[in-house]
């Protein structure tokens, strides 16, 4: 059964029941115009003698909230195919991040389809 009903203005989720679970999705246009607000894509470079140039590099898409935001965070991730972790960071807040490359490749397939529409 699929059902769908608005979370707020013109983005609205889908609720779908699935073997009694439920899951919550978010439109893909909404994971789009959140992240423009909220996302930071990075990358980082660690010393390490075990390469050859004695860094490493990882690349990271990441969203920190409050931690009242936890459902948000967790409708984000289920609306990417549960890619990624979120963990607590510092007192408030959590954060919703992606660092494997195979992860990565989901979030950069969805910007690829919803891409971000930014004058920064």
Known sequence: MKKTYKISHDFPATLLLQNSRTFTYFHPWFITGFSDAECSFMLFLNKNNKCKTGYQSQACFQ???????????????????????????????IQYRVTSAKDLRVIVDHFDKYPLIMHK
């Open 63 to 93: 969203i920190g909230l409050h931690e009242k935001d936890r459902a948000l965070l967790e409708m984000f991730r289920a609306s990417l195919g549960g890619v990624g972790n979120i963990a607590k960071q510092g007192k408030d807040s």
